[in-house]
C-alpha cells in the first residue's frame, strides 16, 4: 500500500480509473456526488453528460462491447442510482463488463430515509459480480481495484460501487490499491478443465458438425481460430443474437441466426447435424426453447468460461470449461478435415430451399429490403446497434455482419430504450467506423432524450427509424396466438420525429413510399453529421421464420407467400 500526499476518496478512485486506461465515463452529477465531480473538474478523465441515467448505463454497456474495455456510468443517490438498473441488469444478462458508480448519502446517514437515499448496494446485488459499499477513504484505492479487475476478468459483467459523499470528500494517504481482499478465482484467468482430445475427437468423427457460436466467443477473441478451423474442417456455423459477427456473416459457411427467429436453414441443420460445439453460448431458451428437442440426434459439447452454465438447461456429453478462444487454440492442430461431402451437400440444400424472405409490393416500404440494400451500401462493415422488438430480428437477420464487435444489441434482458444511447457509446469507442441504429417507435421513446446527448457532443451516429404505430413484437404475438386482440399494443399518437429531431438540430427525413427508399439511404449515409431517417411500414409485417415460445423445432414457422406483391430474397447475401 502507497502512502503518499493526501488526496481525497474521490481522486483517489478517478486515478485508479486512469491507471486501469479508463478514457470516458458517461453521467449525470447530483446533490451526493458533489465532490466527486468537483474533483473530476481537472481531470484528463472525459465526461459526456446524458439526459437520463439509464442512457449512461446503456452507453457504458455498448462502449464496453465494440472496445472490450471497460464501460463506466455514473449516477447520484435515490433515483440516480435506481435509475441505472436496468441497464445493469442488462449488463451482467450479456456479460458486459460496466462499473456503476453511484453517489450515496454521507455515511452517518445511511438508513435514516435521509432525502435520496436509497439500499442501491442491496438493490444491486443480484445483478452485479462484485459490490461494495464504501465506508472510509482508505478503501477507495483496494475497492476500485477488486470491482474493475472483478468486471474484467473470466465471464465479464457489471459491478457496483456505492460512494458515500462524505466518503468522496474525506482525506487520505492510501492512494494505490495494496493486498486485494477478494478470492483470487475471481480475478485470476479461469483455468481449462476437460477433456481436449476428446473433444478434438468428437469434431473428428462427427458425419454431420456444426459449430453453435454465442457470445462468449466475442468477448473472449476467438474469431481468427474458429475461421480456421471451421475451414480447415469445412464445418457450419450458426451464431446465437450476441454471437453475430463472431464469424464471417457472408461466409458460405455461416447458416446465421438459429432459434426463435433464426434462419430455417439454420434451425433445420441443427436438427439434423449428429455433433453441435457450443463456443460461448448458454442454450438459452430463445435457441432451445424446447431442450428436449435441441439437437436430439447429436452428440452435444460445450465450451463456457462459467462452469455455471454446464448442464444447465441442456445436458452435454463433453464439457470444457476455459476461455472459447484457448480451448480453440489448444484443440486446432488436433481437428482434422473429416468427410463431410455429403453433409455440405445437404447444408446447400436446406439453404436453397428455405432462404430468408418476403414480400415487396408497390405500395408499402418493407424494413427488410431498406435493412438489406443499407448492408449493401455499407457492405457490412458498420457497427450496427438496435432497440429490441421485430426491428432487432431484421437487423440480425438482413445485416450480416463481417466483423466481430460491430453487433451491439440487449439480448438476455431485451431492454427497450437501449438502441439510441448504446449507439452514442458505439460511436464514441469506435469513432471512425459508421454506427447505424436500427430502431422502432416504441423503443425510440423510450430514451429520446439521448438526441440531446448527440447533439450536444456531435456523435454523429445515423438512426433509421421504424414507424409501424405499434409495439410491433408484442402486435405479432397478439395476432398469432392471441386471436389477434391487439390490446394496447397500439401506439394511438406518435410525434412527428422529423420534427423533434429538428428541435434538437438533427438532420432528417421521412418516407413512406417503396420509390423513395433509395433517395432516403442517400441522405442517411451522406449526411456528414447525425442524421435520422423515419421510414413508415406496414404494422401487419412479420417477422419470420418463428418458432413459439416453449416449442419444438419441428413447430417452425415460415414465411409464406399471399396477396399481391413479388417475393424477395437476398440470395444468401453474397457480396457484390
Known amino acids: 500500500m502507497s502512502i503518499g500526499p493526501e488526496k481525497t476518496g474521490a481522486q483517489v478512485m478517478i486515478d485508479t480509473l486512469l491507471s486501469h486506461g479508463v478514457e470516458v465515463a458517461w453521467g449525470i452529477p447530483g446533490g451526493a456526488l458533489l465532490p466527486f465531480y468537483d474533483d473530476l473538474y481537472n481531470s484528463s478523465l472525459r465526461h459526456i453528460l446524458v439526459r437520463h441515467e439509464q442512457g449512461a448505463v446503456h452507453a457504458a454497456d455498448a462502449y464496453a462491447r465494440v472496445t472490450g474495455k471497460l464501460g463506466v456510468a455514473i449516477g447520484t443517490s435515490g433515483p440516480g442510482a435506481t435509475n441505472l438498473i436496468t441497464g445493469i441488469a442488462n449488463a451482467k444478462m450479456d456479460s458486459i463488463p460496466v462499473l456503476a458508480i453511484t453517489g450515496q448519502v454521507a455515511t452517518a446517514s445511511i438508513g435514516t430515509d435521509a432525502f435520496q437515499e436509497a439500499d442501491t448496494y442491496g438493490l444491486t446485488i443480484p445483478i452485479?459480480?462484485?459490490?461494495?459499499?464504501?465506508?472510509?477513504?482508505?478503501?477507495?484505492?483496494?475497492?476500485?481495484?477488486?470491482?474493475?479487475?472483478?468486471?474484467?476478468?473470466?465471464?465479464?459483467?457489471?459491478?457496483?460501487?456505492?460512494?458515500?459523499?462524505?466518503?468522496?470528500?474525506?482525506?487520505?494517504?492510501?492512494?494505490?490499491p495494496g493486498e486485494l481482499k477478494v478470492p483470487a478465482r475471481h480475478i485470476e484467468p479461469v483455468p481449462l478443465v476437460g477433456d481436449l482430445d476428446q473433444l478434438a475427437d468428437a469434431i473428428n468423427h462427427a458425419h454431420r458438425p456444426v459449430f453453435y457460436v454465442g457470445g462468449g466467443a466475442v468477448m473472449s477473441g476467438a474469431s481468427e481460430v474458429l475461421l480456421r478451423i471451421a475451414e480447415k474442417a469445412q464445418i457450419p456455423v450458426v451464431s446465437t443474437l450476441t454471437g453475430l459477427g463472431a464469424f464471417p456473416g457472408t461466409h458460405n459457411l455461416h447458416l446465421g441466426m438459429l432459434g426463435m427467429h433464426g434462419?430455417?436453414?439454420?434451425?433445420?441443420?441443427?436438427?439434423?447435424?449428429?455433433?453441435?460445439?457450443?463456443?460461448?453460448?448458454?442454450?438459452?431458451?430463445?435457441?432451445?426453447?424446447?431442450?428436449?428437442?435441441?439437437?436430439?440426434?447429436?452428440?452435444?459439447?460445450?465450451?463456457?468460461?462459467?462452469?455455471?452454465?454446464?448442464n444447465k438447461r441442456v445436458a452435454v456429453d463433453i464439457y470444457v470449461?476455459?476461455?472459447?478462444?484457448?480451448?480453440?487454440?489448444?484443440?486446432?492442430?488436433?481437428?482434422?478435415?473429416?468427410?463431410?461431402?455429403?453433409?455440405?451437400?445437404?447444408?446447400?440444400?436446406?439453404?436453397?430451399?428455405?432462404?430468408?424472405?418476403?414480400?415487396?409490393?408497390?405500395s408499402d416500404i418493407k424494413p427488410q429490403y431498406v435493412i438489406h440494400r443499407i448492408w449493401e451500401r455499407t457492405r457490412g462493415e458498420a457497427v450496427v446497434a438496435t432497440d429490441v422488438g421485430q426491428h432487432q430480428m431484421w437487423a440480425a437477420q438482413y445485416y450480416p455482419l463481417k466483423n466481430p464487435r460491430h453487433w451491439v444489441t440487449s439480448?438476455?434482458?431485451?431492454?427497450?430504450?437501449?438502441g439510441l444511447?448504446?449507439?452514442?457509446?458505439?460511436?464514441?469507442?469506435?469513432?471512425?467506423?459508421?454506427?447505424?441504429?436500427?430502431?422502432?417507435?416504441?423503443?425510440?421513446?423510450?430514451?429520446?432524450?439521448?438526441?440531446?446527448?448527440?447533439?450536444?457532443?456531435?456523435?454523429?451516429?445515423?438512426?433509421?427509424?421504424?414507424?409501424n404505430g405499434f409495439l410491433g413484437m408484442v402486435r405479432q404475438w397478439q395476432e398469432m396466438f392471441h386471436g389477434n386482440r391487439l390490446s394496447h399494443s397500439q401506439i394511438h399518437f406518435n410525434p412527428d420525429f422529423t420534427a423533434i429531431a429538428g428541435a434538437y438540430q438533427i438532420p432528417a427525413m421521412a418516407i413512406s413510399k417503396p420509390e423513395e427508399v433509395e433517395a432516403a439511404i442517400d441522405f442517411l449515409l451522406n449526411t456528414d453529421d447525425i442524421a435520422l431517417l423515419e421510414v413508415r411500414i406496414p404494422a401487419e409485417e412479420k417477422v419470420f421464420p418463428m418458432i413459439p415460445s416453449g416449442k419444438a423445432y419441428t413447430s417452425m414457422m415460415d414465411y409464406e407467400h399471399s396477396g399481391d406483391g413479388s417475393v424477395f430474397s437476398p440470395n444468401q447475401f453474397k457480396e457484390n
Request: glycine content about 8%.
Open 411 to 418: 439480448a438476455g434482458l431485451g431492454t427497450m430504450g437501449f
Open 263 to 310: 434462419t430455417a436453414y439454420a434451425n433445420y441443420a441443427v436438427q439434423e447435424c449428429d455433433f453441435i460445439l457450443s463456443i460461448g453460448a448458454r442454450f438459452d431458451d430463445r435457441v432451445a426453447s424446447d431442450t428436449k428437442d435441441f439437437a436430439s440426434h447429436a452428440v452435444k459439447a460445450h465450451i463456457d468460461i462459467d462452469p455455471a452454465e454446464a
Open 421 to 467: 444511447p448504446a449507439a452514442l457509446g458505439a460511436k464514441i469507442g469506435k469513432p471512425d467506423s459508421e454506427v447505424i441504429l436500427f430502431s422502432g417507435d416504441g423503443s425510440f421513446q423510450m430514451n429520446i432524450q439521448e438526441l440531446g446527448t448527440a447533439r450536444e457532443n456531435n456523435i454523429k451516429v445515423k438512426i433509421v427509424l421504424f414507424n
Open 128 to 176: 452485479t459480480k462484485y459490490n461494495a459499499l464504501l465506508k472510509n477513504p482508505d478503501d477507495v484505492a483496494r475497492i476500485t481495484e477488486e470491482a474493475i479487475r472483478v468486471a474484467m476478468s473470466g465471464r465479464q459483467g457489471p459491478v457496483h460501487i456505492d460512494f458515500p459523499k462524505d466518503v468522496q470528500s474525506g482525506l487520505t494517504r492510501k492512494t494505490t
Open 321 to 362: 470449461q476455459g476461455d472459447a478462444r484457448v480451448v480453440l487454440e489448444q484443440i486446432e492442430n488436433s481437428v482434422l478435415r473429416v468427410e463431410t461431402r455429403e453433409w455440405a451437400k445437404r447444408v446447400a440444400e436446406l439453404r436453397d430451399a428455405n432462404p430468408l424472405k418476403f414480400t415487396l409490393t408497390g
